[in-house]
């Protein structure tokens, strides 16, 4: 075989790594009972695909050929170190009988497989943090240093949280399983918490240069449709849902230099329709369950402000309605403060002051920017100057992401003009 011949296997093997890799591992973690085993299987399995593909051509099925051969490489390392640790010839007796089969890697099996995945790096034993760099890890199949940039961390810590969780997992037996449906709404919960987290780090991320991250949004979207193609329910319907059409601004959310532009400013047919048009008929779907969760009502209000062709036409009471409902079903102080300002676009700004007001009176919020820069806001729109800037200089000085001090910079250095 000739050198471009060669390369081109290598492509092969390299497009297989980026959309297929996820789901070999997840079967060889079903299949070898071991993290740390199946993804040194994983890697090897690979590595003979680049040298056994280049002689006889790449298989017809190359995700079962992975499968098997990364199965048939950790059994055999077994083997080999059975000479120092005689432990391991019964393990890799026992491995060998139990992953004989081939519908041990069927298309089906496989899918089932990446649903078990998803469920063991969000079980509720591991710490939240644990819970996200696993899933990062493991599922999106991000790198150590890709996790750390992500959410400002040391590699060196996000390695330690991985081992930690993979060695709770271990020891403390955590079933490699979908939980039984009596089990299924609270693990299910934690699961579409720790996708949204993803995401709301990659569409407005907490700190840094850039306000978005679309790398890690279209992870998390990626990761919600395996989900619901996976598991049809209402809530990672709606949660897909409200992800795509607060995705579709992401084109207007930004100036060409990377400055802030708010939603009410923003040039809406940058907006993508097609992201659109499927976000709201997940939600039509989602609402027409009956019974509806946060992540769906959150949705019906992103797709309220998509529909709309301006922020003077949006329906502002429809959406304050939809933020009472949420508030129902997860009361929480900064739905409170989002209420606050959908209210003060209906009613005025002084209506929403005493709403804003109030929630910073129960110390709820002192320390969150957006509250302060919310109130500056409708200070700035009384031609309230001195309450407007200290708003503003409180906001600033809590914000952690430069796009965002920018703009409330900018804001505030109009007052004075």
């Not at 993804?39 to 003979?48: G, I, N, P, Y």
């Not at 279209?218 to 996976?230: N, S, W």
């Not at 110390?363 to 409708?378: F, K």
């Amino acid at each position: 075989m000739g050198k471009g011949e060669v390369k081109d296997v290598r492509e092969v093997v390299e497009a297989l790594y980026r959309t297929e890799s996820r789901q070999v591992l997840a079967t060889l973690i079903r299949l070898l009972g071991d993290f740390e085993t199946a993804e040194e299987a994983l890697h090897d399995a690979f590595a003979v695909a680049v040298e056994q593909w280049a002689r006889d051509g790449v298989p017809a099925n190359p995700r079962a050929w992975l499968v098997s051969t990364g199965r048939f490489k950790a059994i055999d390392g077994m083997r080999r170190r059975a000479r120092f640790d005689a432990s391991l010839t019964e393990l890799a007796k026992q491995l060998d009988h139990a992953t004989s089969h081939d519908e041990e890697w069927s298309d089906e099996s496989v899918n089932d497989d990446r649903l078990r995945l998803i469920f063991t790096c969000c079980h509720p034993a591991l710490s939240p943090e644990a819970q996200v760099a696993m899933t990062m890890r493991e599922v999106c199949g991000l790198s150590t240093e890709e996790v750390a940039r992500a959410f400002l961390t040391k590699p060196v810590t996000v390695a330690q949280r991985i081992v930690r969780a993979k060695t709770k997992i271990r020891e403390t037996r955590i079933p490699y399983e979908v939980p039984r449906e009596k089990a299924l709404p609270d693990r299910l919960d934690a699961v579409l918490r720790i996708i949204y987290l993803v995401f709301n780090e990659g569409y407005s991320a907490s700190s840094g240069d850039s306000l978005t991250r679309h790398d890690l949004s279209g992870e998390a979207i990626r990761l919600g449709r395996v989900l619901i193609e996976l598991l049809p329910e209402t809530e990672a319907i709606g949660l897909l849902g409200l992800m795509l059409l607060q995705d579709s601004r992401r084109p207007a959310r930004t100036s060409k230099t990377g400055d802030l532009i708010l939603l009410e400013d923003q040039d809406r047919s940058l907006w993508n329709q097609n992201q659109i048009t499927e976000g709201v008929s997940l939600v039509q779907q989602a609402l027409s369950a009956g019974q509806v969760g946060p992540y769906t009502i959150q949705a019906a209000i992103a797709a309220a402000h998509a529909q709309a062709a301006s922020s003077a036409e949006t329906d502002w009471s429809q959406i304050v309605a939809l933020y009472d409902l949420l508030i129902q079903a997860h009361p929480s102080p900064v739905i409170e403060l989002n209420r606050a300002v959908a209210v003060a676009m209906r009613d005025g700004p002084i209506a929403g002051l005493a709403l804003i007001d109030a929630i910073l009176m129960r110390g709820e919020l002192g320390n969150y920017h957006l509250a302060h820069a919310a109130r500056a806001d409708l200070y700035r729109r009384l031609g309230q100057v001195a309450e407007a800037r200290a708003s503003y200089e409180r906001a600033i000085g809590l914000t952690q992401q430069e796009p965002e001090r920018r703009f409330l910079g900018k804001r505030l250095s109009e007052l004075n003009t």
